[in-house]
């Protein structure tokens, strides 16, 4: 099992209230599994993304992550595991504008202390899978709005991760773009990648697995989608 948590609760305190934003949330996701998450704006989607993704902590409950309850450890034992096993794609692209497009993709593997041999062979891979080869050498600003989702893309998969997190990837783009994008993810799923996506699109919502909707901080129902039934 890739994801296991139990009664997870996120609330955030002022000194004049508590706002609970997430709220006994259980949940079991496999590895390789396409999971959409819906609902209103301000529900708790992306709170759950960050706790899934081992940038926040939970306030109480219990995350297991790859068999490993993680609820309530160090900001440096979940880096580690983060840098190891996630990549993110995000709606507004994040990426480095005095960087190119393969110093951009080139980052997460930097990080993880790769060679520069291996860094060039696999860049240049996931740049030639998404068609951008030609484009290696160009800056964010110099490239269209789905080209620039594209090297988010690449960026996040380049170090082969077990796991994608996408907060709204096609959010800053139009319908062609937003396909585009919805493809390549489609493709990373088939490759055996786990990808979990908020989306306030059911179209887009209907290229997973299975969707979750968040209401209030509560997971309040779930669908398996009829094309991937097993």
Same mark, same amino acid.
């Given at each position: 099992m890739?994801?296991?948590?139990? *009664?997870l609760?996120?609330?955030?305190?002022? @000194?004049?209230? !508590?706002?609970?934003?997430l709220n006994n949330?259980?949940?079991?996701?496999? @590895?390789?599994?396409?999971?959409?998450?819906?609902?209103? +704006?301000?529900?708790?989607?992306?709170?759950?993304?960050?706790?899934?993704?081992l940038?926040?902590?939970?306030?109480? %409950?219990e995350?297991?992550?790859?068999?490993?309850d993680?609820?309530? +450890? +160090?900001e440096?034992?979940?880096?580690?595991?983060?840098?190891?096993?996630?990549?993110?794609?995000?709606?507004?692209?994040?990426?480095?504008? !005095? &960087?190119?497009?393969?110093?951009?993709?080139? $980052?997460?593997?930097?990080? $993880?202390?790769?060679?520069?041999?291996? =860094? /060039?062979?696999r860049?240049?891979?996931?740049? @030639?899978?998404?068609? &951008?080869?030609?484009? /290696?050498?160009?800056f964010?600003?110099?490239?269209s709005?789905? #080209?620039? #989702?594209?090297?988010?893309?690449?960026?996040?998969?380049?170090? =082969?991760p /077990?796991?994608i997190?996408? *907060?709204?990837?096609t959010g800053n783009? *139009?319908?062609?773009?937003?396909?585009?994008?919805?493809?390549?993810?489609?493709?990373?799923?088939?490759? %055996?990648?786990?990808?979990?996506?908020?989306?306030? +699109?059911q179209?887009?919502?209907?290229?997973? #697995?299975?969707?979750?909707?968040?209401f *209030? %901080?509560?997971?309040?129902? !779930?669908?398996? #989608? /009829?094309?991937?039934? $097993?």
């Amino acid at each position: 099992m890739l994801i296991q948590t139990k *009664d997870l609760k996120k609330t955030y305190l002022t @000194e004049e209230v !508590e706002t609970t934003a997430l709220n006994n949330i259980n949940l079991e996701i496999g @590895e390789g599994e396409y999971i959409a998450i819906m609902g209103p +704006s301000g529900c708790g989607k992306s709170t759950l993304l960050n706790i899934l993704g081992l940038i926040d902590n939970p306030t109480s %409950g219990e995350y297991l992550f790859l068999g490993k309850d993680i609820a309530s +450890s +160090s900001e440096r034992k979940r880096a580690g595991l983060r840098k190891s096993n996630i990549g993110f794609i995000f709606q507004s692209f994040n990426l480095i504008d !005095e &960087l190119t497009v393969f110093e951009n993709v080139e $980052l997460p593997l930097l990080y $993880l202390g790769y060679s520069a041999a291996e =860094r /060039k062979k696999r860049v240049n891979e996931v740049l @030639e899978n998404i068609a &951008l080869m030609p484009r /290696k050498n160009h800056f964010p600003q110099q490239l269209s709005g789905g #080209q620039q #989702q594209r090297v988010a893309v690449a960026r996040a998969v380049v170090a =082969r991760p /077990k796991l994608i997190l996408a *907060d709204e990837p096609t959010g800053n783009l *139009d319908s062609t773009h937003g396909e585009e994008v919805m493809g390549l993810m489609a493709e990373l799923h088939a490759a %055996g990648t786990a990808i979990i996506m908020v989306t306030h +699109s059911q179209a887009y919502a209907e290229y997973s #697995q299975r969707i979750i909707y968040l209401f *209030d %901080g509560q997971v309040v129902s !779930e669908n398996v #989608q /009829k094309k991937f039934k $097993l």
